[in-house]
């Protein structure tokens, strides 16, 4: 199966931007949903970007509302490597982040419908 590793978590001021990567292990990563998870403290883990692949075209992007227009979740399947890029970070941001992979569904879905996770990389944007 896939092994997922994310990078680039950290702590940055409100108002900044930080970039979290995911490598994807295996050389059909482009077939696989990819997506960014968070989980807060004292919160569920829970979506926050999804990108969809097919063979030869890119499919749906989707984005929790609470950070559309600050993160950009981009895949480069030629690496093997899924992105997301964080803007305008606030305070509400912090967590751990994580990267999920899936075969067949994609979307903001509950956790359980992702079979492949990655670690988690922590984020932290303090008040």
């Known amino acids: 199966g896939q092994r997922l590793a994310e990078s680039g978590g950290g702590s940055v001021q409100p108002g900044g931007s930080l970039t979290l990567s995911c490598r994807v292990s295996?050389?059909?990563?482009?077939?696989?949903?990819l997506a960014w998870f968070r989980q807060r403290a004292g919160f569920k883990r829970e979506a926050v970007a999804s990108?969809?692949?097919?063979?030869?075209?890119?499919?749906?992007?989707s984005y929790r509302e609470s950070v559309k227009g600050r993160f950009t979740i981009t895949r480069d399947d030629a690496d093997n490597t899924v992105y997301l890029q964080m803007t305008m970070l606030k305070p509400e941001d912090t967590a751990m982040y994580y990267c999920?992979?899936?075969?067949?569904?994609?979307?903001?879905?509950?956790?359980?419908?992702?079979?492949?996770w990655g670690q988690g990389t922590q984020v932290t944007v303090p008040s």
């Open positions: 999920a992979a899936d075969r067949y569904d994609c979307g903001l879905l509950p956790e359980e419908r992702y079979v492949y």
């Open positions: 990108h969809e692949r097919f063979e030869d075209r890119d499919g749906t992007v």
């Open positions: 295996e050389d059909r990563a482009g077939r696989y949903c």
